[in-house]
């Protein structure tokens, strides 16, 4: 995992070594290893990029890297099955002088030609460059694990793995549109217009999305590379059939996540999902005084240190126990200032620690649970949608699961089930309301920013439709942008084994009771760790998320005062109304006006 940078010019000569020099240290948190600048010999192409060695350590990985004599590429990110993908081009006649996995992109694009992308399992940002043909190919993986954020001009583009590295060429402004969707919501992307930014004109390349640029003339062509297997190709499997190989998959996804040529360990919150992991490494022989890091709250109701103890046990792992917080609100307010993009909840400053306390002990590559309940059925509110399904299609499991999930099915349910178009109009009416009733936001400040296209809900039907949309349009993309800026501040890199790509597009064709089944979320990965786990981190009902004493920290002094400071400032550039107190007793709230004020 790496740093990405640079330019793309319509005129030669319009391209310094110093500004990419630029872009590439404001990125060099992400690969404190190494560092490369390069221009092609038109002087319309300039690449920036710091190296996270990760695989093949030696000299041999530097980026950029040049390939053929015909390809130049800056990677950030990991490509599982490069092994196996090279082994393929070697029978092909390729010749290889590295044991990357960059080497292999290039390689396979010369063979494949545009469909090379879906050679490729992984996480990955990247921009290649075919000399002979004089085109410029972007991309990015299918969930987004790996940022790539653009900057169009009329003459140039810039890119960037974050907007400081293309702020360092070219001034960013704030995007007050944005900011307002962020004040009313609480939401850090747009559900409209996910590849949005808190920028004027910086987007990010969407997942699962390539891009090509002809250098001749700057055309631009873009298309999706990957879509999930569509509802009518559903396997038909029995439970322990289903289990059998939903095991096996996911064995071979962390076997995948385990390859690194650094010292790896686990992010371990006591949940099922990172459990299962540890699980599963435990089976592959791969637990051994293994490092495993976990946030603690000694006394908060939600802390989750008995349950990551017990799994530490079980498995003989060498936990290190982590106490965000302990560090004292100053330190909570660096994080923020830090930031380059706001984030809704203190929760990541929870993970931020935990990477920090991962990069102390020598640790390079993290692997975390993340992707399990968008892919497995995990969040409570997906029930909502399974009862749905069930309802409709007259099944006989209907009162069943009702009685065991403690639901009271009523009047209102029957109504969203049978009129989800009016529903959903409901729902993006009450969103769109947090900004425009909101009783601290200034109407005038409204009136002028806020945009209701940047809410999005689509009508949904079925559980399958809602995880979809989390996976894929809004939700997950959220949690892998805290995930990558959380880790790589730190010059770590977070693997995530649930998002591997033959496992996800197995957990795509399979059907929801497997995925929901009395009364509980994720209920094939329960039945496959049945046996591994302590019962009560397997059947455990409660989804705890990543909870933090968040109103503790927020009603410090030090919090107080700053957020003080930041609603007077808000109120004097009228973005804020006059009768906003000058402290809310809303603390999310004020989590949000205290970032707005760090980036006007």
């Not at 609100?329 to 380059?340: G, T």
Request: aromatic content about 12%.
């Amino acid at each position: 995992m790496c740093g990405i940078a640079g330019i793309i010019h319509k005129e030669a000569g319009q391209i310094s070594l110093q500004t990419l020099q630029a872009m590439g240290n404001a990125l060099r948190h992400r690969g404190p290893d190494d560092s490369g600048t390069w221009i092609d010999p038109t002087g319309k192409v300039g690449f920036a990029h710091q190296r996270l060695s990760i695989i093949d350590i030696s000299g041999a990985g530097a980026q950029p890297f040049h390939y053929m004599g015909r390809y130049s590429i800056v990677f950030n990110g990991e490509i599982y099955n490069y092994r196996e993908l090279k082994q393929t081009l070697l029978k092909k006649g390729y010749t290889f002088h590295s044991e990357t996995d960059t080497e292999v992109i290039p390689a396979a694009l010369d063979h494949y030609g545009r469909d090379f992308l879906d050679q490729l399992n992984g996480m990955f940002a990247f921009v290649l460059l075919d000399h002979v043909e004089q085109v410029l190919w972007l991309a990015r993986d299918r969930f987004g694990e790996k940022p790539l954020y653009l900057l169009r001009e009329e003459r140039a583009l810039y890119f960037g793995s974050e907007p400081a590295a293309i702020a360092a060429a070219k001034p960013l402004e704030p995007d007050m549109e944005m900011w307002s969707y962020f004040l009313g919501t609480g939401l850090p992307k747009s559900s409209g217009q996910s590849n949005r930014t808190f920028y004027r004109n910086l987007v990010q390349v969407p997942p699962a999305t390539w891009i090509s640029i002809k250098l001749n003339d700057f055309t631009e062509t873009s298309g999706v590379y990957w879509t999930p297997p569509q509802a009518d190709e559903q396997l038909q499997l029995t439970d322990d059939e289903a289990v059998e190989t939903f095991a096996a998959l996911l064995s071979q996804s962390v076997k995948q996540a385990l390859i690194s040529d650094v010292p790896s360990g686990n992010s371990l919150s006591g949940g099922t999902d990172s459990s299962s992991i540890c699980a599963v490494q435990n089976d592959l022989k791969a637990t051994t005084d293994r490092k495993v890091f976990s946030a603690v709250f000694p006394g908060f109701a939600k802390d989750e240190s008995k349950a990551i103890l017990e799994v530490s046990e079980r498995f003989g792992l060498n936990t290190c126990l982590v106490y965000p917080g302990k560090d004292g609100a100053e330190d909570i307010y660096n994080y923020l200032q830090q930031l380059q993009e706001p984030v809704a909840h203190s929760s990541c400053y929870a993970q931020y620690k935990v990477f920090e306390a991962a990069q102390q002990h020598g640790i390079k590559v993290l692997l975390d649970g993340q992707g399990a309940d968008e892919m497995l059925g995990g969040y409570n509110r997906y029930r909502t949608w399974y009862l749905q399904e069930l309802w409709k299609q007259g099944k006989k499991q209907f009162r069943t699961e009702c009685s065991e999930m403690g639901y009271s099915w009523g009047f209102k349910d029957q109504l969203t089930a049978m009129f989800p178009h009016t529903a959903t109009w409901f729902l993006r009416k009450k969103t769109q309301r947090l900004v425009t009733h909101n009783r601290y936001l200034h109407p005038e400040f409204v009136r002028s920013f806020f945009q209701p296209s940047l809410i999005r809900k689509p009508v949904i039907t079925s559980l399958r439709q809602a995880m979809d949309y989390d996976a894929r349009s809004f939700g997950l993309e959220e949690l892998l942008y805290y995930a990558d800026r959380n880790a790589m501040a730190h010059g770590v890199e977070v693997r995530l084994p649930f998002l591997n790509r033959p496992l996800v597009d197995w957990l795509y064709k399979i059907t929801s009771n497997l995925k929901i089944r009395h009364g509980y979320g994720k209920w094939l990965l329960r039945k496959a760790m049945d046996k591994k786990l302590p019962a009560n981190v397997c059947w455990n009902r409660i989804k705890t998320g990543f909870e933090t004493p968040h109103n503790e920290w927020m009603n410090t002094v030090f919090m107080k005062e700053r957020t003080a400071e930041a609603i007077a400032h808000l109120k004097k550039e009228r973005i804020l109304s006059p009768g906003t107190p000058g402290n809310t007793n809303d603390t999310i709230f004020n989590w949000r006006v205290i970032q707005m004020a760090m980036h006007l």
